[in-house]
């Protein structure tokens, strides 16, 4: 899921502290007991001008990506923000227009980047995970974040010393109305709004960071989402109410059992179920295989989320 849409963003008025509470939440559900997770945000911060749902998605973005790089050893993620005075140096160094800024930075003491790996960090699809493990979000989606937002991401790693991303977001004006950070749907309201609410969607990722992202981004939008990262546990809860669930969107690529095989599995229990295979890396043997299987959406992933609520708008609708 990315943001890299040709409209800008909608921008308001975000308290920090609360994009960072809400990350802090998510991130506490799937946290390794061997990594502690360390938040520091000072009192008095200005909000920054940007879209909430897409700072948090950055944020978790980076603190993930942090969590991975640690692995299964022993480590610590620090998240902070500060109020970034304007520097000439560092705004020309990143391209940010002059002005001031607020700073939030994610450091870890993992294994850490040499050269040729951070000068390709911010890549699509570039990884340097295990096959199997996933891409994540992809650190292009936070690149791409904060371009939208008149922004920048900064990053300093080194073999053995671990990686500190910093997120540069513009300071809002006192004259921009604040975000309502606990609004139910953020997103533009479609014209299936007023029935979304009795719309069950299944969502099945073995990223658990993803799958709660997704399902707040649709329970924002009104829908009842449930969520798994095991597609034998998805299939079992199908199984057991079969008429609950109007659509399944699943990943393609899980370790063990595809998205494919999740199809072919729900098909025996449920044939009228529409469902939308995502996939970090579409070929065309992808393609074919989702379509011959019987899938009714292909979603990019990473891609845009207004794309995946839109899909998921128009399956659930019973439109082609």
């Known amino acids: 899921l990315t ?29 390794p007991p061997a990594i502690d997770l360390h938040m520091h945000l000072p009192k008095g911060l200005p909000p920054v001008l940007a879209d909430p749902t897409q700072v948090e998605q950055a944020l978790l973005n980076l603190c993930t990506n942090a969590i991975h790089a ?61 096959v199997g493990q996933g891409t994540g979000l992809g650190l292009s989606v936070v690149h791409g974040v904060m371009r939208t937002h008149a922004g920048a991401v900064d990053v300093h ?4 010393q671990g990686s500190r991303f910093t997120l540069y977001f513009p ?12 609004a139910p749907a953020r997103a533009p309201v479609t014209a299936h ?18 799958v709660f992202l997704v399902q707040r981004l649709l329970r924002r939008r009104g829908y009842r989402v449930s969520g798994f990262n095991d597609p034998h546990v998805a299939a079992d809860a199908l199984r057991a109410a079969p008429h ?25 229990i449920r044939p009228d179920l529409p469902v939308a295979l995502a996939s970090g890396h579409v070929t065309t043997e992808i393609e074919q295989a989702a379509l011959a299987a019987g899938a009714r959406a292909l979603i990019h992933k990473p891609n845009d989320v207004q794309e995946l609520c839109d899909t998921v708008d128009r399956l659930v609708n019973g439109e082609p």
């Open 157 to 160: 790693s080194a073999p053995g």
């Open 3 to 31: 943001f890299s849409r040709n409209e800008p963003p909608r921008r308001t008025a975000v308290p920090v502290a609360e994009v960072m509470h809400d990350t802090e939440r998510l991130l506490r559900v799937t946290l």
């Open 171 to 182: 300071v809002a004006e006192a004259s921009v109305p604040a975000a309502e950070m606990h």
């Open 70 to 130: 640690i692995g299964q050893a022993r480590g610590t993620v620090k998240v902070d923000a500060v109020l970034a005075p304007p520097d000439q140096r560092l705004c020309e160094r990143l391209g940010l227009p002059a002005g001031d800024y607020v700073a939030i930075s994610v450091q870890d003491n993992g294994p850490g980047m040499d050269a040729a790996t951070l000068e390709r960090v911010f890549e699509p699809f570039f990884t340097t995970k295990p």
């Open 244 to 268: 609950d669930y109007h659509l399944l969107v699943t990943d393609y690529n899980m370790p063990g059992y595809s998205g494919v095989d999740l199809l072919l599995e729900v098909r025996t």
């Open 193 to 210: 709004a007023p029935q979304q609410q009795s719309y069950h969607v299944m969502y099945v990722d073995d990223d658990q960071a993803l």
